[in-house]
């Protein structure tokens, strides 16, 4: 596996990709659009489900009252 090192968001110093948070200031590391497997990866896509069911669920309700 090949590691890269990244610029810390929080400070001019530079992480490994791989890293949690910057070791330099604590600066948390982020990693795309769902984030790292694990808590922020599945807090991320527990929102995402909550948000489709619940845009579902009124979908349907709205579609029982006009008809």
């Known amino acids: 596996m090949l590691l890269r090192?990244?610029?810390?968001p929080g400070c001019p110093h530079r992480v490994?990709?791989?890293?949690?948070?910057c070791p330099a200031c604590g600066h948390a590391i982020k990693r795309g659009f769902l984030g790292r497997i694990g808590t922020e990866g599945t807090f991320t896509i527990a929102g995402l489900v909550v948000l489709?069911?619940?845009v579902l669920t009124m979908a349907t309700m709205c579609?029982?009252?006009v008809h």
Do not use: G, H, P, T
């Open 63 to 65: 579609a029982r009252i």
């Open 5 to 8: 090192l990244i610029k810390c």
């Open 16 to 21: 490994s990709d791989q890293a949690d948070r």
């Open 52 to 54: 489709i069911v619940v």
